[in-house]
């Protein structure tokens, strides 16, 4: 008979580790690991969309579950041993080998009659065998009920698991067609451009070959023209006297005839300036290229910012850490030399970087407290005007709580953010060449809102921040 640590190490080997029990028709898969099979066809056909090993990850075929013989006879081998041993165990007392009579619940063990006397459990609850037996039935009654309360509710994390990863696979499937979409078009564009611009080259080729050729042509005759008149000026010199008399004037004439004017510049400025610009092209086009390939390689990725607050810029009233990554309202206010960058009128400060390329994101804390907004703003924003006063082309763009509610600010005006999640972080992401600000739950990742930056607000945006009451804003980590 095997002893119960023997058991237990064969009881380790037989169960299945995604059900916790032991291997009831074990399936072996390609990657060598074994499960149930109703556990691994659940777990494939109702929880996952590929067909991978819950152990090592490996993606296996679903078709090519083998049973495991072995094992399964193993497990066979382990409920007959265990079955002997609790057997032998629900007979009699294990200590004083006499029958069961009680039960103590502090230990939750059963006693014979020599356990009961020894004294070791006196000061425990002990009860009757039967009536443990009966109060145990009805605990288990309880358990089962609750297990099966806790299963309906992992059941509907399942369904919003479901539900949240399906939301964001389409987004993801949308954001990739887009990004295809757009490349495509951009592919589509430098053929066309490029056709254009070989068109030229070869219309200017095209014109640089006939300029040539014609060109040619009149040399050719030309040439021809002197070389027949030296033919005929040697065979003249060997004619006798009589007859080189002869037609003198007229060999002579087409003798004069042969001066060589001056060539005029075959090709004109037209087809040189022509040339020069598809040749500037090509050097534009490098410029070009390099720079588009910057933006795509270095700017296109999402950068962590390191933003730090600018005191110049920083209302009297505002206390910053000494490290100034965190502002709050002062506990005394104090007298500040004035200065053209400070905010007098609104409770707010700038960040001292600024960015006016790439994308980029910083995360603040905003606790629970007070009234406050984050967001981005151009460093020409009126520092001596209420919030409410600015003019559009100020261009302020900050997400905030205000009385309890969260609102998007773009003064002059603001509005009502329907978002009824609880706010302890928030990133703010700042797409510059996409001329986006967009405002995250921090937290939780989801987007609280998402503005355009008009073409029109050109130039660099700074950080803004802004307190009021007890709010305490941090820049994270």
Known sequence: MADEGTLKTFQVQVTCTL???????????????????????KYWTEFLSTSNCPECK???QSGNLLPNRGLESLVELVKRLEADLVSEKERVCEEHWRPLTSFCKGDRTPLCTLCVESGEHQNHDMVPLEQAVEELKEYFLACINTVRSRTESVLFHKMDLESEGEVLLKSAQIAKEQMVAKFHD????LLLREHFLTSKIESTEQEIIRTRDKHMEDIFRQISFHQKVVHDLQEKRYQPPTELVQDIGS?????????VAPCPEPFSSKERWQLWDLLDVNTFLDCAIKQFKTILENQLSLQEAKVTLDPQTAHPQLLLSENFRSVRLRDDPQEMPQRPARFDASLSVLGREGFGTGRNYWDVVVGSEGNWAVGVARKSVKKKDQLAKQQSGARIYALGKLDGHVHFFCPPGDSYVNYSGALGRVRISLNCLGRNVAFFDGDTGGLIHQAVIPAACKGIL???????KKAVLTLVP
């Not at 060999?251 to 001066?259: A, C, D, F, K, L």
């Open 19 to 41: 059900c916790m029990g032991y291997f009831d028709a074990p399936k072996v898969l390609d990657c060598g690991h074994t499960f149930c099979h109703n556990c691994i066809s």
């Open 58 to 60: 490996e993606t296996v």
């Open 186 to 189: 951009l592919h589509k564009f």
């Open 251 to 259: 060999m002579i004439g087409r003798y004069e005839h042969t001066n």
């Open 462 to 468: 700074f950080p803004f921040f802004q307190v009021s």
